[in-house]
Nanobody, 116 residues
Framework: QVQLVESGGGLVQAGGSLRLSCLAS????????MSWYRQAPGNQRELVAG???????NYADSVKGRFAISRDIVKNTVFLQMNNLTPEDTAVYYC??????????WGKGTLVTVSS
């Protein structure tokens, strides 16, 4: 099974940018539909962006035009480029890998804090 480790979170001012990384080990990234979720304090975990095995992408309406998901097959890594951040983007960001058999694998998350 795949193990996922997120990195790249931190503190940034509103209007700034961050790039999150999700390194996959134990399996090939291309076998999974990959996605980024986030969970803010007191809120449910929500889908931010996804990229399918075939490379198709989708985004939550709240991040369209600001965030971009991509992957590097050689590095077995998925990225989330986040631009024009706002305090509402503050959350723990999680990487998820999904298989067609219904199995899901999650990383432990990385904290993004956006100050106003």
């Amino acid at each position: 099974q795949v193990q996922l480790v997120e990195s790249g979170g931190g503190l940034v001012q509103a209007g700034g940018s961050l790039r999150l990384s999700c390194l996959a080990s134990g399996s090939l990234l291309v076998l999974y539909d990959m996605s980024w979720y986030r969970q803010a304090p007191g809120n449910q975990r929500e889908l931010v962006a996804g990229i399918t095995k075939g490379g198709s992408t989708n985004y939550a309406d709240s991040v369209k035009g600001r965030f971009a998901i991509s992957r590097d097959i050689v590095k077995n890594t998925v990225f989330l480029q986040m631009n024009n951040l706002t305090p509402e983007d503050t959350a723990v960001y999680y990487c998820r890998g999904g298989r067609t058999n219904g199995m899901s694998y999650w990383g432990k998350g990385t904290l993004v804090t956006v100050s106003s």
